[in-house]
């Protein structure tokens, strides 16, 4: 067995459903270098990307090496799968055995993970997957499907990846109790919270112009929700919150950051109910503008959601959340935040009031949830809990 200092023997392949080219254009490609490899504990990450777009890309880091797959047909997504997929594990073989491979790691339970799976049993490498949450939830939310917007097909390639690992990484305890619901052993499961990006709390970010263009008073209160605005981030549960929220405090502004499917029904809606003056869309935005706008704000409501609310706690802003999937096991009622019912209008209106109308309690709740993040959400302190189970994993694998 291999002693634990020598993981830097190893190398690593790394297979994700998402474009390196759009974590560019999110302003996160920097932090999905840490990701890839973490404190540098692997010798070589080989990045495995699906997308013709990513041709060209470079990682800083120069042990992450890209390798961008040929591909025919693929913007026709019947095609693209039923043609592709044999073209992908041809050349991630070549790959793992040109290389060789050590470790196989997908992110996310679907198609990258499934390619993954197969290689790693075709040639006997382990197989790690990690996930972000339940994905179940906002597949049925949406009515739409991650593989060929097929229900039955997302969800038994889902099972199959879970199953197959041989090490599931869960965020935390309720994404953990999902893969033991979908059939995985308990004993393959480890709990890694999110790794956050080193610079979460920097806010040192340059001043913005955007919320003055727009029309927006700094001076006065602004309630702030950042996301996609789609079904399964209940966006459009906060328009129906606004009314009750201005019928007590008519000075409030409402700024949404983000863009989806929903944003013309959304800005119609406000039209509807006459809150137009009092709502700002200010539509997809970078990291700068976020931060920006955080800082700025008075409370940030998050119906449903995952990196927004590390985000709102380092800027030390009271949070308002729905009791939903993993929101209580970070927001303490009272303590780090406010928790409401799902979906439920009146208290959701009453929880934004409450946090406006009490400074002290605004202060208290935005400083105890960066307080949390700091103390359980380091990014160095986790990125070395995920290296020592990496190490500890390697040591059964057998020379």
């Known amino acids: 067995m291999r002693e634990r200092e020598d993981l830097n023997e190893y190398k690593a392949l790394n297979l994700v459903d998402s474009s390196l080219s759009g974590l560019k254009k999110k302003g996160n490609f920097e932090y999905a270098e840490e990701l890839y490899n973490p404190s540098n504990v692997f010798s070589e990450v080989h990045h495995i990307s699906l997308f013709p777009e990513d041709r060209g890309i470079k990682f800083k880091n120069e042990s992450i090496k890209l390798h961008v797959l ?31 491979i050590n470790i196989i790691r997908g992110r996310g339970p679907h198609r990258g993970s499934f390619l993954g799976l197969i290689v790693s049993r075709l040639l006997h490498i382990p197989f790690i997957v990690s996930l972000g949450g339940d994905y179940r939830l906002a597949q049925e939310l949406e009515k739409r499907y991650y593989v060929l917007n097929n229900r039955l097909l997302s969800f038994k390639i889902e099972e199959f990846v879970l199953r197959g690992a041989d090490l599931v990484f869960c965020p935390n305890q309720f994404t953990r109790h999902y893969v033991i619901r979908l059939g995985v052993d308990p004993s393959k499961i480890k709990i890694i919270p999110i790794r956050l990006s080193r610079n979460i709390f920097d806010f040192s970010v340059p001043s913005q112009n955007i919320l003055e263009e727009a029309g927006v008073d700094k001076k006065k209160p602004v309630v702030l929700f950042v996301g996609r605005f789609e079904k399964d981030k209940q966006v459009d549960v906060l328009i129906e919150t606004i009314p009750l929220i201005l019928k007590e405090k008519d000075n409030v502004q409402f700024v949404f950051i983000g863009n989806g499917s929903l944003m013309a029904p959304l800005k119609k809606r406000t039209m509807e109910l006459q809150i137009n003056s009092s709502v700002w869309f200010l539509g997809y935005q970078d990291t700068d503008v976020i931060k920006y706008c955080l800082k700025i704000s008075s409370v940030v409501w998050i119906p449903m959601s995952g990196f927004v609310v590390f985000e709102a706690a380092a800027a030390a802003k009271p949070i308002v959340s729905f009791n939903v999937e993993w929101h209580s096991e970070f927001i303490r009622n009272e303590e780090t935040g406010l928790l409401i019912e799902n979906r439920n209008i009146k208290e959701c209106a009453k929880a934004v009031l409450k946090v406006l109308n009490d400074k002290k309690l605004a202060q208290t709740l935005g400083e105890n949830a960066k307080a949390e993040l700091h103390r359980n959400y380091n990014p160095y302190d986790i990125a070395k809990k995920e290296i020592e189970v990496y190490k500890i994993f390697v040591e059964k694998i057998p020379k």
Do not use: D, E
């Open 70 to 100: 040929r591909s025919i047909f693929w913007k026709v997504p019947l095609l693209n799968y039923i043609i592709n997929a044999p073209l992908f594990l041809y050349q991630i073989l070549k790959i793992c055995k040109k290389h060789k």
